[in-house]
């Protein structure tokens, strides 16, 4: 039976390697392709704000879906051939509104698939380690992110046209469907995997949750986004133009392995694991508006291995918590008031920069500390 799991877990990481390689790489020349098309700058900041709206919002509504259906398998499918085909259709957009629709849709599948994908993941990870499971497919997610981009540059530097890239992208996103339909083949229950608790008699979200919720949100609030990172490199000139990239892929790498180590880690301690990685972040944003690159590097290593750890085991966390029969919900409302916190996080640390370092990283510093206290208050709290 374990042995099944771990196939059923591999077989997930591999959709989720190959849809990132797909979808990663498409939104890595999103911009330059829409500049191709006539398209503003502002409309460009609308359309991929309007995405992350649909991709964080609707989340709650799939999840909740889910947990009312039973229908993991028929929305996750869905949800991810959405998400996919909208990329090699990309190549074949004639005009900025038909790439919008596009673009916006991607986003949609994304909202659509994740919390059946997320609760079906759940479910298998209750026999080998919620942290484990976890841990892996957000180390495979991480391969086909750092993957996708360099086939993009790649295909862009030997022909110079973005659409030739859109097309190419098709092929991964075949791969990640084939793979999905032969983990929905052998493994049509998936919800069978997880023993029922006979110590578990209310389906409600508790105050364990209710907490873990906040402490996930101060710390997403808290967490700087690279693209402002990456915009203060160049602005400062600490990081070449052509290293940023580069420092990117490290991080990508880091957030990988770190995945793995600290899902290890959940797995022997609980939620602690998550208040003990962010307090090894805690220094990143101090370091990475340094004026020198050595103190910048190792913010961005701690960087990415506070990312692979809020991208794995902040989600273990989630299926340990709630009930199963609200877990679709649960992964639900957690994306949506998480995303919701980062997005405010990222709007106000970009406020803030235009006042002058100091502010953005004593803000991220002292949101990221709160989230600490909540972590470790919800893991001291019995249901």
């Not at 693209?227 to 052509?242: D, R």
């Amino acid at each position: 039976m374990t042995r099944r799991i771990f196939v059923f877990i591999i077989l997930l990481g591999l959709v989720s390697l190959f849809a990132d390689v797909t979808y990663e790489g498409a939104r890595s020349i999103h911009g330059p392709f829409f500049a191709e098309l006539g398209a503003s700058a502002a409309l460009v900041g609308f359309v991929a704000g309007l995405g992350e709206l649909i991709s964080l919002g609707l989340r709650l509504v799939f999840g909740f879906l889910a947990d009312k259906t039973r229908a993991y398998w028929p929305l996750t499918i869905v949800g991810y051939a959405i998400n996919l085909l909208s990329v090699p259709l990309l190549g074949l957009a004639q005009g900025v509104p038909m790439a919008s629709f596009l673009a916006v849709s991607e986003r949609f599948g994304k909202a659509v698939r994740t919390p059946a994908r997320d609760a079906m993941l759940s479910f298998a990870a209750s026999q080998t380690g919620r942290g484990f499971a976890f841990g892996l497919h957000e180390a495979m997610d991480q391969i086909g992110a750092t993957v996708g981009p360099l086939i993009v540059a790649t295909v862009v530097f030997y022909t110079d046209d973005l659409r030739t890239s859109f097309m190419v992208l098709g092929v991964p996103a075949l791969l990640a469907l084939l793979t999905l339909m032969i983990a929905r083949y052998f493994f049509r229950s998936p919800e069978t995997f997880e023993k029922p608790q006979a110590d578990r008699q209310s389906k409600a979200l508790g105050k364990k949750f209710v907490l873990y919720l906040v402490a996930a949100s101060f710390v997403g609030f808290g967490y700087l986004d690279f693209p402002l990172l990456a915009y203060h490199f160049q602005k400062t000139m600490v990081l070449s133009v052509s290293h940023i990239p580069l420092v990117y892929a490290l991080a990508m790498g880091v957030d990988a392995v770190s995945a793995l180590l600290f899902g290890r880690f959940f797995d022997k301690i609980g939620i602690r694991s998550l208040a003990l990685a962010i307090i090894l972040a805690l220094p990143f944003p101090a370091l990475v508006f340094h004026e020198s690159p050595v103190p910048v590097l190792a913010g961005i290593f701690l960087w990415g291995a506070g990312m692979g750890a809020l991208e794995s085991i902040l989600r273990a966390g989630v299926g340990a918590l709630t009930p199963p029969e609200r877990r679709g919900y649960a992964f639900g409302l957690f994306n949506s008031v998480f995303g919701l916190s980062w997005f405010l996080g990222s709007a106000c640390a970009g406020a803030l920069y235009g006042y002058g370092v100091l502010f953005v990283t004593l803000t991220s510093t002292i949101a990221m500390c709160i989230g600490v206290v909540f972590f470790f208050v919800s893991s001291a709290v019995k249901e």
